[in-house]
């Protein structure tokens, strides 16, 4: 199949390059905006009391004002607020409140802080439906703007905080982070493959090649979430940058690895171009099938940020596979031995390299090179039982600097922690009839006495009498621990036991939408962790035609991924003293490691097939192994691990996490899974790792054609060692 494809391909490369143009422009013409949303309530499921407590909310209370923001008030020399101060708030506000800004309802001023050091305007907006949707964001910019000339002539500093300022605060850190992770991608990329080649052409082979088809995925996943209503969230457009040009990276350097072993076995350049196909063309598509299967698997999730998360990545990984299946093979047989230059190393093979070295290690003593490989993930994988989740993806991404997190702070240092995004809870009657008289009042006192809430404010009752709301200030701030377990085991059950006969009590707002984002992740840990490593298997026992290897390829990838879960844990947590990782995070990092790490097994369990079938011995063919795949797989590992570090230069929490988590796991794919622990383990199992297909031994001559689907056809002449 493979090698009628690498025929195909190398006849026609000119059709085949104009096929990819136009496809490509058809698609980024006609391609909706790819959009995104940090609205956290937009991914949860319907069935949740947050949400649930969202619908009676527009349906009881349609006219009910939303905190779009906070405007904080400060004395200049940090003294107490006086009562001139005070006056000068409510000048301010009702000016800048009469100023008509789209969006802002109002601006009222409230009361000072009982320690006087802090006085606020609150802003009210409408709730947010359409995540493309910039308008409150334009507002805060506009706020920003009017307040500066407010404050001449008065003892007061201002700054403005809550939602909508995180927002835009968010927007134009996102917009300096897609410039450098896209820069710090391609730089990376380019000065790697140069080292690595010594070639100009080759290091800029994937950036013109990957840049023709990341528009084009981006206008796919934009149609597929369009089709299906999906929502994004709002790392997606950084992620799908080096999901597009690490991967794609990588699966061009095995091509040109094996092109190059070709060329060095003396075939011409089309002819090696062919053979190059066929010989990885299985591996890199069964690589890649673990890569979809395992991102497909997210679409079992419950949260919505992670279903649309999934098919996306899904779709950038096939759209790649297909361009390193056809397009490079195209562009690489035009150019020939061309695009090595000015390098001459494609023909001659290099002698006595490090790789050469480690494998012969690891033929004479794998059980030494598989326990330590073993023990120092295991060793790693302690940390991660300190690990945390954090669940405030706009506040806690923000550079400390910006201003909604500066005045945050501030705002905390005269209100409750709570005070910008309060907590909802609403009693509404299970009957037809209204609320019975002192109901509210009574409910109100019951809230007011649960640990861990600071303020429960008057009732308001719906038009019909049906639904009484109470905003509730937590003590702590909102995406924090305590103020978590105050919603899960103090306000909900309160307030479900506390409810009157006849009536039911909802917890809303934004710190419980966190506990059932919470509940929605542990609920996915057991449905998309199984569901993926299941379907892993099933490819690599496919594959491999083994039921033996699979099951210690994925124990080598479940302990490289305990292994970088401890690491990032120990990194931001202990030492960086950051409240927790994002709460998404394990899953991401799961199905990166476990995907991705098996990439560079099944290249490297492919080759220890390889050299099994020429008849070398379990430790032979190991050492053989390491000394021949060792190069790809470590240069492959270096520039992916590269390109996912570049997320750490955006700037914020969240992606420093992603970016770090992710290019540790990849090196640990490839430095010690890939190359040391398979490798050393298939040496010790021996025959039977290959049970019950028997792929390691040799084929019988005279037994009919070879396998398509192996590696090497021992006949063939021209199969020679890099």
Known sequence: MFSGLGRFVVRRPWWIILAWVIAAGAVISLAPKLTSSSDEASFLPDH???????????????????????????????????????????RIAKDLSGRKIEDVQAVEPGQASPNKLVQTAVVAMP????????????????????????????????????????ALDESDASERAGILVGVGTIVIIVVLLFVIFRSPIIALLPVVLIGLISPMATG?????????????????????????????????????????????????AKGAMVHAVERVGEAITSAAGAVIVAF??????????????????????????????????????????????????????PQGTGFAKLGTSIARKPAVWAVVSALFMGALALGALGYKANFDLAGSSLPKDKE?????????????????????VYLTSSGDGPLAAGQPAAFRERLQSVEGVGEVAKARVSEDGTTASYSVVLADPPASDKALATINKQLRPAAHADAPQGTEALVGGITAVYVDINKAVDRDYSVVFPVAALAIMVILGLLLRSLVAPWYLMLS??????????????????????????????????????????????????????????????????GTAVRHSG????????????????????????????????????????FVMAMLFTPALTALIGHAAWWPGHGDEKPRRGAGPAD????????????RRL
Not at 48 to 61: G, H, K, N, P, T
Not at 141 to 156: F, G, H, N, S
Not at 404 to 424: M, R, Y
Request: aromatic fraction near 8%.
């Open 48 to 90: 949740y009391e947050s949400i649930r407590a969202s619908d009676l909310q527009e349906r009881d209370f349609p006219q009910q004002r939303n905190i779009g923001a906070i405007i904080v008030f400060q004395r200049s020399d940090g003294e107490k607020i006086t009562a001139t101060d005070s006056a000068d708030v409510t």
């Open 220 to 268: 796919l996943i934009a149609s597929a979430n369009k089709a299906f209503d999906m929502k994004a969230d709002s790392s997606i457009q950084e992620l799908l940058t080096v999901v597009l040009f690490g991967v794609g990276t990588d699966y061009i350097l095995f091509l040109l690895f094996r092109y190059r072993e070709a060329l060095r076995s003396g075939e011409d």
């Open 127 to 166: 709730k947010v439906t359409d995540p493309e949707d910039t308008t409150q964001q334009d507002a805060v910019e506009q706020l920003r703007k009017d307040l500066e000339p407010q404050l001449k002539d008065t003892d007061l500093k201002a700054g403005i905080t809550g939602s909508a300022a995180q």
């Open 631 to 670: 190069p790809t797989i470590g240069s492959a590992g270096v520039i992916l691990a590269g390109t996912f570090a570049t997320l750490m230069l955006a700037g914020n929490s969240t992606l420093s996490q992603m970016g770090f988590s992710l290019s540790f796991g990849i090196a640990i794919a490839a």
């Open 296 to 349: 497909a698997a997210l679409t079992l999730s419950s949260l919505g940020m992670l279903r649309s998360m999934g098919p996306a990545l899904a779709i950038a990984v096939f759209l790649t596979l297909l361009a390193g299946l056809t397009l490079v093979p195209a562009v690489v047989s035009l150019l020939g031995t061309k695009v090595f230059w000015p390098s001459k190393s494609w023909q001659r093979e």
């Open 708 to 719: 398509p689907a192996d590696p090497a056809d021992p006949a063939d002449p021209s199969d």
């Open 404 to 424: 909604s997190i500066v005045w945050q702070d501030n705002l905390e240092k005269g209100f409750p922690a709570g005070s910008t995004d309060p907590t909802f």
């Open 557 to 622: 990838v479940a302990l490289g991924f305990g292994a970088t879960l401890g690491a990032t844990s120990i990194l931001f947590q202990q030492i960086g003293s950051q409240p927790g990782l994002m709460f998404m995070l394990p899953v991401i990092m799961y199905l990166f490691v476990v995907a991705l790490g098996t990439d560079y097994n099944i290249l490297m369990v492919s080759r220890l097939r390889e050299e099994a079938r020429e008849g070398r011995s379990p430790h032979d063919a190991a």
